[in-house]
């Protein structure tokens, strides 16, 4: 079966949904809506900046083409329909999948788009006013594809480590556990600029492990722009993945942790290739130019495929599954590690 297991939501909206969904609703954004013309953008003028036009070290300009794409998060209404359209393009993409959301991004967005100053709003009300009903509406957006493809979808609730108000992700984590019957787990995630690029705030281990006793299965991503001491430190908390963790081949110890433990690593060859280009062509040339996938794997290392953010970086998980093939990785392998986790997340026997 092919089934993806690192795949994010606000980066699953295609030029052809934003410019449906824009259209229905006659959204005059600027991202969207060209005034001088009197028309919406079609799908094809979208793409030309929703989507990275080459790799680049510079990981603003990926979240750039998030934040056009967000500019669509004007009401529940429109953020539901928006979900329902990523969810059936990825069942579409795949025989199942896991889709993270990272809802606080989504609750303060949709309050900015609103024109309101979301830190003025109370971390109680922000939680239950805003990200709830986003969440629920997302929730039944995947009820719904889920029903009609046959086809089962996981959803991952995740937080940013840029960690923007400490007592608004602390009410936000306590009403997510209500929902915990929806999700299967917690991913942390989020591009931050500094010495550090992969931080893990004190206060938000904290909330983390107040979350993990109702929603127990945890990934990180780490190893993506920082060295395998990024990765290091992820393990200290014990998560069951590690998204994207590519550079634990700096480290013979790194990886012979990775193996000894079994925390599975989430590759993404597409963003890679994208967004850290430089220290991917290091990593290449120091593994006699195979790909981080194919050297994981040698090393011994669980790994699972994942297309991450396939709108702005233009790939889909069939494309990546055909990337992966062309460079040797071992398919069989693959599926087996990747059958493994989806059941460790399911608790499918």
Known sequence: MNLELHRHLEGSHSPAALHAVATRHDLRAKELYDAAAGRHYTPDELTRTLVMAAPTDDAGVFYDCIVKARAAYVSVEVIAELARLAFEEAAADSDGFEMRLSLFSMARTLLENQQQAWRTVKPIAFADDTARPILQAVIAARDHVQAATGKPILLRLGLSRTFESEPHYRALGAMAVEHAKDLVGLDVLGIVKGADPEPM????????????????????????????????????????????????????????????????????????????????????????????????QRAGVHCVLGSDDPTPMATSFQQELEVARAAGVDMARLEADTLRRWRQITGQP
Do not use: K
Not at 220 to 236: K, P, Q, Y
Not at 244 to 272: F, I, K, W, Y
């Open 201 to 296: 705030p004190e206060a938000l281990v904290d909330i983390l492990g107040e979350m993990r006793r109702s929603l127990p299965d945890l990934t990180i991503h780490a190893g993506e722009f920082d060295g395998h001491a990024s990765i290091d430190r992820t393990l200290a908390l014990e998560p069951h993945g590690i998204g994207h963790g590519v550079h634990a081949l700096e480290s013979a110890d790194t990886l012979a942790r990775l193996a000894a433990t079994g925390v599975t690593l989430e590759v993404c060859p597409t963003s890679n290739h994208l967004l850290i280009p430089t220290r991917l062509a290091a990593l290449r040339a120091a593994h006699d130019g195979q790909t981080p996938l194919c050297a994981l």
